[in-house]
């Protein structure tokens, strides 16, 4: 998103830019997960024609996880995963591995668009966190995962007085059981910065994971559940044929009774859902190895997740090497809404969140970062995913997650599942599934009006988090643009 003020440092300075460019000299230009010598060779390409019950559509987690639970549902079902280049590529190996239960991202967001059903959600969501952990129990795939929580973390003091009215909101709903208000003193013993006013901590509804390891473990227990890969095979077309489907692919087809597609940011086979999704480019530093010196002057005992509660926020975290994560608070959209591999680093942005990074730790100065990358993140207009049908119910989507796919793919899985079942569910009954977000406007419209809500974004960090006539009216119409 457009630039702010820094992060203030009572009584200190932010180090200089000579400074934040030493530390990024040896950065390499690529996802640290998915720089792993333990990373899995693709799949062959389709060549030829296959047929099957189930296709799948994207090799992200969407589709790891429609795959999957679609076998765990029927053992003999035939299902066929085809991904335009490697699992876990895309989003999948590039987030910050927070693993959240909120369907909606994050409970003020559910509240304001489906009060009616936000305890549901909420159940539904710990469930689904629930049924992450157990499986990743179940199939043995190492991924660091670590349910340590998060803490939303107030940098300014009118993000302190939001952090209170959403506690006290939970607390009258009955949904603050596993939430824990945190003063400045209290805050800085979990983990210690000179910015932090205090905080919100989520102790169970968060996990931390190694997000591309989670996919590559999902890869192999589908396999082994019989789920036939095609790898570097992007699907090009999809049409009715006889009774089912055909998809097309460079070197052949696939014919199947039912479509799962999951290919999120990537543009929909089924071309009207294109307009509810744009694209939004995010970016991500990791650190160095922390020195056991290093660690205990910031502390972080806990190894929860953070993130500051501007609407241009930064999210960190320790890795298992005790490296740090720090990423977010530039949010691009490319004109047009194209995703391109150019889009995918920035250098100017690096250079704004290695500053940042000392800003909030400056007793970290000295450390280097190891990698630097971007990418596409699936942003709607409601901030969260929704789900639908095409021809005939024999095609399901789901899309639009808005940077907590790590969690919610899980439950969208099942809700696609659930569509091609042809029968009412639990989840197929909510609002949330059952309504659409509004869509984005068509080019020059769509970039002023991003352009116009990030600027407005940043005007409103700088002033106590006032929200002008524009975002206000984009409050009301149910429009808004965030990652």
């Known amino acids: 998103m457009a630039p702010s003020a820094m992060l203030p440092i009572p009584g200190g300075s932010a180090p200089g830019p000579h400074g934040w460019t030493t530390s990024l000299a040896d950065a390499q230009p690529m996802s640290f997960w998915l720089d792993d010598p333990g990373k899995p060779h693709p799949e062959p390409a389709l060549t030829g024609d296959e047929q099957c019950d189930l296709l ?157 390891k989670l996919a590559w473990g999902l890869k192999r227990a589908c396999m082994a559940a019989g789920v036939r890969f095609y790898e570097h095979t992007p699907a090009l077309q999809l049409a009715r044929s006889g009774g089912g489907m055909a998809v097309r692919t460079p070197y052949g087809r696939v014919f199947a009774r039912q479509v799962a597609l999951a290919t999120n940011i990537f543009p929909s086979l089924v071309k009207r859902v294109r307009a509810y999704t744009v694209p939004v480019y995010d970016y991500a530093l990791m650190t160095e190895p922390l020195s056991d010196e290093q660690l205990a002057a910031i502390g972080w005992r806990g190894r929860q997740g953070l993130g500051d509660a501007a609407n241009q926020f930064h999210y960190f975290r320790l890795s298992a090497d005790n490296r740090i994560l720090w990423g977010g608070y530039d949010a691009i959209y490319p004109y047009g809404g194209k995703v391109r591999a150019e889009y995918d680093h920035r250098p100017e942005t690096y250079a704004k969140l290695a500053g940042h990074f000392f800003t909030c730790f400056p007793q970290l100065e000295g450390v280097r970062f190891t990698h630097a990358w971007g990418g596409a993140i699936d942003t709607c207009s409601r901030f969260s995913a929704f789900f639908g049908t095409a021809h005939q119910g024999r095609v399901a989507y789901a899309a639009g997650y808005t940077g907590l796919g790590v969690g919610a793919t899980r439950f969208g899985a099942d809700v696609m599942l659930d569509l091609l079942s042809g029968e009412s569910t639990e989840r197929t009954s909510l609002e949330m599934v059952r309504t659409k977000p509004l869509p984005f406007p068509p080019e020059p419209f769509a970039w002023t009006g991003v352009a116009l809500t990030k600027w407005s974004l940043a005007r409103a960090d700088e002033n106590g988090g006032r929200r002008n006539l524009w975002l206000k009216a984009m409050d009301k119409a149910g429009l808004g643009f965030d990652s």
Not at 86 to 95: K, L, V
Not at 113 to 121: A, D, H, S, V, Y
Request: charged content about 25%; some cysteine; glycine content about 14%.
């Open 56 to 212: 799948v559509v994207g090799g992200g987690y969407s589709g790891l996880w429609s795959a999957l639970i679609a076998k765990e549902r029927d053992p003999h079902r035939d299902v066929v995963l085809l991904e335009g280049r490697e699992t876990g590529w895309a989003a999948s190996g590039r987030n910050g591995g927070f693993c959240a239960a909120s369907l909606t991202h994050g409970i003020g967001n559910g509240l304001a668009r489906w009060p009616g059903e936000i305890e549901r959600l909420e159940e539904l969501g710990t469930r689904n966190l629930d049924e992450i952990e157990a499986a990743v129990k179940r199939y043995s795939i190492d991924c660091d995962f670590e349910r340590t929580g998060e803490i939303d973390v107030a940098t300014q003091p009118h993000q302190l007085d939001e952090l209170h009215e959403m506690y006290e909101e939970m607390a009258a709903l009955g949904l603050a059981g596993g939430s824990e208000l945190l003063d400045a003193e209290q805050l800085r013993a979990h983990v210690d910065s000179p910015t932090f006013l205090g905080g919100l901590w989520d102790r169970e509804g968060v996990a931390m994971l190694h997000p591309a």
